[in-house]
């Protein structure tokens, strides 16, 4: 009885073993069928498409769909892809259907930059992203006095320690925080950097620039700004002023429009 025990579990782990090499062996041999591409959709605006995709894994090769599954490298397409800025997740594999799936996930871009050279997307992740499709989303806009440096252009995120100091940096930090407040999100229309980098919010309200200065304590300028909009300005009259200047710690100082 312990022998035929020991030969049933010796059958089973040959089985387990030399099954998924037998059936790879004879997927590999398989031509491939299709390409299966998923990319997720962007709320307004999309970064890239599936038919651009495809058009990138065959571009320069053979058609892919009736080639060899094992004549077909799976890391090259792979890669390829990862090239590409606008992407954050790339998978391929392949199925036992005999097809190639592709499954990417778009970068989620929270600001548009125009700087010396370019125009681009800001993602949730601080990577800089070129704007190559037609099309205007709805973000919030930056420009001005901004340096986009080769280590941006190659992926490294402005929050990352090799990018040692960039105004972008300072105004990721002020756009999430703008995004994520009901209040400044309405009322902020674009971020202007000016000659001597100090960053100015100019707003969808009103005839005026707000002067931040520095991104130090941002947070606490708009909260004084926030303040001062709903108990002076709706007195003063929204287009009283031409300048809000927040650069001074605990003062807001303005200049009437003469």
Not at 40 to 54: G, K, S, V
Not at 62 to 84: N, V
């Amino acid at each position: 009885m312990r022998i035929l025990k020991r030969i049933l579990v010796f059958l089973a782990s040959s089985y387990l073993v030399v099954a998924p090499v037998y059936l790879t062996y004879l997927i590999r041999n398989e031509r491939c069928r299709g390409v299966n591409i998923y990319v997720n959709e962007l709320p307004d605006f999309n970064l890239i498409t599936e038919r651009e995709i495809y058009g990138i894994i065959n571009s320069g090769n053979p058609s892919i769909t009736g080639t060899k599954l094992k004549d077909l490298r799976i890391c090259d397409i792979e890669d390829r892809l990862k090239k590409l800025q606008e992407l954050r997740v790339v998978e391929v594999y392949f199925t036992v259907d005999g097809n190639i799936s592709i499954y990417v996930l778009q970068r989620n871009p929270i600001l548009r930059v125009f700087a010396a050279g370019g125009d681009y997307f800001l993602d949730d992740e601080g990577v800089l992203i070129r704007k190559k499709r037609p099309g205007t989303p709805r973000l919030h806009v930056a420009g001005g006095n901004i340096t986009v440096s080769q280590k941006m252009l190659n992926g490294i995120s402005v929050l990352d320690t090799a990018i040692k100091k960039s105004v972008l940096k300072d105004i990721y930090h002020i756009i999430k925080y703008i995004r994520n407040d009901r209040f400044w999100s309405a009322q902020i229309d674009q971020i202007w950097v000016d000659g001597e980098s100090e960053i100015n919010l100019i707003p969808r309200t009103g005839n005026h620039i707000i002067h931040l200065g520095s991104a130090e304590d941002f947070v606490g300028k708009l909260e004084n700004l926030e303040a001062f909009y709903t108990k002076i300005l709706p007195l003063a009259g929204w287009d009283t002023y031409k300048r809000i200047n927040l650069e001074f710690k605990g003062q807001i100082v303005c200049n009437k429009y003469q």
